[in-house]
């Protein structure tokens, strides 16, 4: 949870996102993608069957700044282009091939926004929950589920608002304390790219307590704790579930 100042979006610093996906309608996370908008490229890591990935293949964008992306439900990459041209983003279609290659679909597509660093493709989810839209005019909801973006937004006051968001993150390195920094980091993203402060975050856990021993779920969380702590946020306890995969 954070706030910020009565604005529904705030400035976000070009970086590099990364997600998981794949060449098919399954995104079955054969492919591991990252953008780096300062470089101007896309990068793809092939996962092999132990989890690992191999060596980066490194494409051009087509765009300009690329940063926030999705994949549809056919599997094309979708990138936001933040700085398409100056003043105008944009956004490009992809394909991603087993073997890590990338072929643009076409040129970058303008859009009327300046500096559009978030993108998410409609799916089932995006579908179901559609269904939860604000109660109408007029409502402090400022931001929900009918923009798709990283963090719910209440105006709580004229002059300030209250920024809501929860992630889960599937383990992407072996060491747990190092995981558990990642996931809080990544967390803690979206309420910076609210435009948002940090002030009170809470762990959801699930663990596989037949699989993994409890010290090193308390590595997890340590991770997070100390990330909390460099950002000047409080952790309040959460809540924890058994489950098979770690998150």
Known sequence: MGSHPDRAHGESATGR????????????????????????S???FVVGGNG??????????????????????????????????????????YDVASDGAVTANGP??????????WLAAPGELEETIGRLMPDG???????????????????????MAVVVT????????????????IAATNALSDIYAMGGEPLVAVNLLGWPRDKLPPDLAAEVLRGGLDVGRA???????????DDPEPK
């Open 17 to 40: 996102r990364t997600r998981r996906g794949g060449s098919d309608a399954r995104n079955d996370g054969s492919v591991l993608v990252v953008d780096e908008g300062g470089s101007n």
């Open 108 to 117: 970058a597509v303008p859009i009327d926004q300046a500096a559009a660093c």
């Open 166 to 181: 929860a992630d889960f993150f599937t383990p992407v390195v072996d060491d747990a304390y190092t995981f558990g920094r």
């Open 52 to 93: 690992k990935a191999g060596p980066a293949t490194t494409t051009p964008s087509v765009g300009g700044g690329p940063f926030g992306f999705d994949f549809d439900r056919a599997g094309h990459l979708l990138v936001s282009d933040a700085a398409l041209t100056t003043g105008q983003s944009g956004a490009t279609s």
């Open 42 to 44: 896309i990068d793809t």
């Open 231 to 241: 950002a000047h946020c409080y952790v309040a306890g959460g809540h924890s579930m």
């Open 137 to 159: 005019p007029g409502t402090d909801l400022m931001v929900g589920v009918e923009h798709g973006d990283d963090g719910a937004v209440v105006r709580v006051s004229p002059a």
